[in-house]
């Protein structure tokens, strides 16, 4: 059972009154997720030449080019980036989401050339592009990670918390299924979102879930999400339309307390009881406003646990972080 204690700035009666709270030491402070947040490139760096990655409806030709990695986190690298000449070619399982591609791109084929990508992944990725590149003495460009780093956190319409989602498969037991990449496309657009995850696509540009799939842009000339869809598996296996919901949680039972002062400030106290959907969970992830700022988070036993929440005008995604994992059922 966790509390969560909460104070937020609350519109009332056409006033706002704005609460400035002390920042507990719960807040943003374990070390891996700082790791995440102020991730930056290594010194591991491949060449790659042809090299082909599947993932899902998309598939990347890393025709020629250099990949350097970022710094592990707990034994994991969770990034890299990619100049070089590359293609992309998204060819969804869905007819409807192929037919709204060719209406959008006026050509039968989603074909998109890039000369600079970011990767951001738990999945297989890493040791694909190891397996598949050889030796390289040259260097990338450190700015294109700051870059995805910036939008992500800071853009009008993203904002998602990146490095909370990776933190969430960096910390668990099992392993991860998670993939994005910023493409920095020639043809289509300079800002390209592919992402996959299996516990639901990003909310980016707009929420897709429970589709695990997407692609999207977020020029501020030409954005919005040109196509989402489940795993091409789950078409050919006809479970698709069932696929209600991929949260890694179902919430049994929860109990709010809120008082409303005065000044129009809100506190409140909620009592949550959640049942975990999958194995290895440690990082539990709430749809929470973002302008209801946690104060604190304690387990059933009074025991103070480290949370996540980004300031309310960032990427303010509230998730929690376990002392122990859970197993789906627990």
Request: charged share 20%; with cysteine.
């Amino acid at each position: 059972m966790l509390v969560l204690s909460l104070r937020w700035a609350f519109l009332f009666l056409g006033s706002m009154t704005l609460f400035a709270a002390d920042i507990p030491a719960g807040r943003n402070s374990d070390p891996s997720y700082q790791q995440l947040r102020n991730l930056a490139l290594g010194g591991e760096t491949v060449g790659v030449s042809n090299l082909t990655i599947h993932r899902d409806a998309g598939t990347f030709h890393l025709r020629s080019g250099i990949v350097c990695f970022v710094v592990p986190v707990a034994g994991k690298v969770t990034g890299a980036v990619f100049v070089g000449d590359g293609n992309f070619v998204l060819d969804p399982a869905l007819p409807s989401e192929n037919a709204s591609l060719k209406m959008l791109t006026r050509e039968s084929e989603f074909s998109e050339t890039f000369t600079q990508a970011v990767f951001r992944f738990t999945d297989s990725t890493y040791d694909e592009i190891k397996k598949g590149g050889g030796t390289s003495s040259g260097s990338c460009d450190a700015g294109l990670l700051h870059d995805s780093q910036t939008a992500m956190r800071h853009n009008l319409i993203l904002k998602w918390n990146l490095e909370g989602r990776l933190l969430q498969d960096v910390l668990s037991t099992e392993p991860g299924g998670f993939f994005l990449a910023f493409i920095h496309g020639k043809k289509y657009d300079g800002k390209e979102i592919f992402a996959i995850d299996p516990h639901g696509a990003p909310p980016l540009v707009m929420p897709v879930d429970p589709e695990e799939v997407e692609f999207a842009t977020y020029n501020d000339n030409k954005l919005g999400v040109w196509a989402a869809f489940h795993f091409a598996d789950e078409y050919k296996q006809g479970t698709a339309l069932g696929s209600q919901t991929n949260g890694v949680i179902h919430i049994e039972h929860q109990q709010l307390q809120t008082t409303i002062e005065k000044n129009a400030n809100l506190i409140g106290k909620a009592t949550t009881t959640f049942v975990s959907r999958v194995n290895g969970l440690r990082v539990v992830p709430f749809d929470l406003y973002r302008r209801l700022r946690v104060e604190s988070v304690t387990a059933e036993d009074g025991q103070a646990m480290s949370f996540i929440q980004e300031d309310k005008n960032d990427d303010a995604d509230f998730s929690v972080i376990l002392p122990k994992a859970l197993a789906a059922g627990e």
